[in-house]
């Protein structure tokens, strides 16, 4: 029998998805809805696959997927989300997860995905293909102009948005200060504004960046 932990912090879809999983004779499945609770029973014997929500408060699923890696290399993660993951899918990956469950999957769907992920098998959704063919962000502003963010100027305005200096930024992406300096610059120019904070606003009114990238 597979043992599966599920992260959810609403109730309603963890347990929902919980009943699903445990009609199935070959799964076992735990439910949390945090993820402090998460880590506490990381403690006990591993599961064979983590469930985790994208969109927490307090530790995020980017986040609790670094700690779960941190404390089990070899760890199975699928990421639940009803999001789109295009501009961190390439982190995600690099983090370790080996797949993506939808939260707009049938019962049989869901079912199919987590049987393929307990088998060593990738997972993702069919009409999240195309959008991740190019990672890129392409949004219009109100004047009309298509505006597109390459997924590397992302990550940094989603750094700036969590109060990183531009010094900070370099150091964890491995770049000089000048180059941190010429992407903001280009960010800038793309979205029209003349400071850090009227970026990040902008950007959150036209959702380049979500509100739990920036915790």
Request: net charge negative; proline share 2%.
């Amino acid at each position: 029998m597979y043992r599966i932990l599920l992260i959810d912090d609403h109730a309603i879809v963890g347990e929902g998805t919980k009943r699903v999983l445990e009609d199935e004779p070959d799964f076992y499945c735990d439910y949390v809805s945090t993820g402090e609770e998460a880590l506490k029973r990381l403690t006990d014997n591993p599961y064979d696959l983590y469930i985790v929500d994208l969109n927490m408060p307090e530790i995020n699923g980017i986040e609790l997927t670094q700690k779960i890696k941190a404390q089990e290399a070899d760890a199975k993660i699928v990421i639940y989300t009803g999001y789109d993951t295009t501009t961190y899918f390439n982190k995600l990956i690099q983090l370790g997860v080996v797949g993506f469950l939808s939260k707009t999957f049938t019962n049989a769907q869901l079912v199919a995905a987590v049987y393929a992920a307990v088998n060593d098998l990738a997972v993702i959704p069919e009409d999240w293909l195309d959008q991740l063919s190019r990672m890129n962000r392409d949004v219009q502003l109100e004047t009309g102009r298509q505006v597109q963010l390459t997924a590397i100027e992302h990550e940094v305005l989603v750094k700036v948005g969590r109060g990183l200096t531009n010094d900070q930024i370099s150091l964890q992406m491995s770049v000089s200060r000048r180059t941190v300096e010429r992407y903001l610059t280009k960010i800038f120019q793309k979205l029209n504004v003349t400071s850090r904070a009227d970026a990040i606003s902008v950007s959150k009114d036209l959702g380049l960046i979500a509100e739990f990238e920036l915790k």
